[in-house]
């Protein structure tokens, strides 16, 4: 059983997430919302934003950032090239960090990794470059140590994250065509050593096959491991 220590983690369907600590304190981490078809409709309404992280700019990970942003005036992290991008947008507090550096948003640690995508963003028909695509290690209060993949698929340095973060917890995308499907998120969950894990990022899109049904087929000789197949709207806690 995940024990999340007061944490609360909601999926919003396709790779948008919030988290909400025993303080209150609110992150959404890749914001998609608005013209998500996954998400529930009930989750629209958005009262409270304290930080935003981003995992790249796509527009199903990044298309409800600014409209937040300007709203709430929440702490805004991501990749330098893409907060470069934001400010110009008129985000005031954008802040640039890279991979292996750590950022504090109120009682949260987060540290950027590897991810293996691409990373762009568009801008009124032309596409932005918006430096490389990442991946987030959460550090909740209690210690609960959460990996967001992003869009991303298997690479073997994920066994770094391993060894340097030991995640409780993966969300890990499955879809398959822009990023790994449940074959590659078989192996990353070897490589990773998670015994917990949310797939994400699938059956938003036609496209997007895999399922986690197959995930489980692959990867059920893992002793110890739970997959968390949540529903859009639903949370753990």
């Not at 690479?155 to 398959?176: S, V």
Request: with cysteine; proline share 6%.
């Amino acid at each position: 059983m995940l024990r999340t220590r007061g944490n609360q983690i909601t999926w919003f369907g396709h790779a948008t997430f919030r988290f909400t600590t025993p303080s209150g304190q609110v992150i959404f981490v890749d914001p998609w919302i608005e013209t998500n078809p996954k998400c529930p409709k009930e989750l629209h309404k958005i009262d409270k934003v304290d930080a935003i992280f981003l995992t790249h700019g796509h527009f199903d990970h990044i298309a409800d950032l600014i409209p937040l942003a300007k709203k709430f005036k929440p702490q805004v992290f991501c990749m330098n090239e893409t907060a470069n991008f934001l400010e110009k947008k008129g985000v005031a507090n954008a802040n640039g960090f890279n991979k292996g550096g750590t950022v504090t948003a109120g009682d949260v640690q987060v540290t950027m990794v590897n991810a293996a995508h691409s990373n762009g963003i568009d801008d009124d028909g032309k596409t932005v470059y918006a430096g490389e695509a990442a991946g987030l290690v959460f550090t909740l209060p209690g210690g609960l140590r959460v990996y967001h993949a992003g869009d991303t698929s298997v690479f073997g340095d994920m066994k770094l994250i391993a060894d340097l973060y030991a995640p409780e917890l993966a969300l890990l995308p499955i879809g398959d065509h822009y990023t790994m499907g449940p074959r590659e998120a078989a192996l990353a969950i070897r490589l990773l050593n998670a015994k917990h894990v949310v797939p994400m990022h699938y059956g938003t899109f036609p496209v997007l096959t895999g399922r986690p049904e197959t995930l489980r087929e692959m990867t059920q000789d893992i002793s110890g491991l739970e997959i968390h197949v949540m529903q859009p709207g639903e949370s753990l806690s």
